[in-house]
């Protein structure tokens, strides 16, 4: 037997895992996503030790890791806090290239939430304009019942 | 603070895109046995086997059970760890708790990532990270979050594109002189402000690539180091500072500071006497994932004043002839193997320290130095390594 272990033409095995799976949304983010869903409402959480308003809601204050209860009903528009534009399409994208993913603190939130930028201009976004939500037709209790945020009149 | 712990032994493997020759566990035994030659030990000496790499990465969990053979580990105690870009940081500071403990002497721990294995779909194991019902339906990727890096750092200092390239070029630099790194680019500012963007304002030539690789160490205590080498590195301190998505999610602030990593200088300095750390501390090897991060975090660090960063590597206090070299080795923006390549910053540091970086050996003495992590999203290790005891 040869002494030889690297082989001239090494072979590599080609396979594939798809991993379904089952997430519980709990208390919290429930209400919020099904607020979306039937109503068309953003509801925000509010620490009133920190007198901060978390949209999404958590259950858990980040900073002072108090339960916070205290619910707020949110007008849905914001401002743009920063952006960015993506000039490629992948087939997982919510939207096809070129679009703009964008932190939006809504009004009357302390938070940014990360969603996308709709009907706009993408030359023209700048930080610190003000858009409002456009709801999608057919809502599943998804972040993306929001399809995107466009200008604001 | 638990007992003193030092660097003993490093090996790596040289990072490329593909090690077509070996499987995970080859490459594994390669840095292993490299960082056991370094320390003139056998595996016989070994107490613990620690190991480091990125679930799903190549279509695997739990590698440390199927490398064992490879790794050393058999029948010795070990853990495996994924905290994902920080992965080998949180290694060498797993590895310190075993040491610094007493419940183990001398600890060999092992990262490694065969990226080429995921088959271009790191992005897919990826945003198995995010919260399923806030950021996972974006699927975004690190191009993203860095790009927000790059964008709100030109935004606030009005400082054009040209420092990011200029920054790629030293690192560009820096990696051919390393044997070990998987870039080797002769690069000028134009090549990268040529390059395709990726997400604005990234380009293709500012972002780290995808690497194939291992890295190992050695970790002993006090006792054992002594005995076994006269360039023992000390692990002076390090914190670990976790944010996590809260960033992207939640945070309350529009620029895109990394808060985990002030949070973790602020720790580390104050309990070591640094107020000025370019002058206090020799050096930095940071995780800098692309160009645009080591100037933004070389601010988010404390290392100096905001808005400065940007003009550094321009003025050449960042090179490797600098009165403040950052990456020397290259970076990661020269070499990715992801679950070895936070590990590969403090083995870097230490090589540093010790005088043998060979052809990227820094021009001025190092007696101490940085080395961070950053990933899993927005967590962060920080190390103080130096040469001698306090
Ligand atoms: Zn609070």
Sequence with gaps: MSQETKPKAPLSIEGAIILPYRYAAGGVMSRFLIALRDSKKTLGIRCSRCNMVYVPPRETCLHCFGRMDEWVELEG???VESYTVVRYSLPVHPMAAPFAFALIKLDGADTSLTHLLGEIDLEKIKVGMKVEP???ESRKASILDISYFRPAN | MGRRVAIVGIGQTLH??????????ELINEAARKALQDAEITIEDVDAVLNGNMDLFEGHNLMDAMTVEGSGAYMKPGLKMNTGGTTGGTMVASGWYHVASGKYDVVLIIGSEKLEESGGNTTSAI????DPLTLRPYHT??????????ASYMNQYRCGEEP????RVKAAGNALKNPYSHLKLTLTVDDVLDSAILIWPLRLLHMCPQSSGACAIVLASEEKAKKMTKKPVWITDFVTSHMEAWRATFAPDPIPSMQSQTDSAIKLFKRN??????????????????AWAEIAWLEDFLICEKGEAWKLAEKGVTALDGAFPVN?????QSTNPIGATAMIRVAEAALQIRGDAGGHQVTKNVNSALASSFGGANWTNLFLLKKNLD
């Design chain 1, 134 to 136: 456009v709801y999608s």
């Design chain 2, 16 to 25: 490329k895109k593909r090690h077509i020759d070996r499987n995970h566990t």
């Design chain 1, 77 to 79: 528009s914001g401002t």
């Design chain 2, 328 to 332: 020397p080795s290259g970076g990661v």
């Design chain 2, 141 to 150: 990727g690190a191009v993203g979050a860095l790009a927000i890096v790059a």
């Design chain 2, 273 to 290: 006497g640094i107020t000025n750390p370019m002058k206090q501390v020799d050096m930095f090897e940071m995780y800098d994932p692309a």
């Design chain 2, 164 to 167: 990011g390239a200029i920054v």
């Design chain 2, 127 to 130: 945003i198995t990270c995010a």
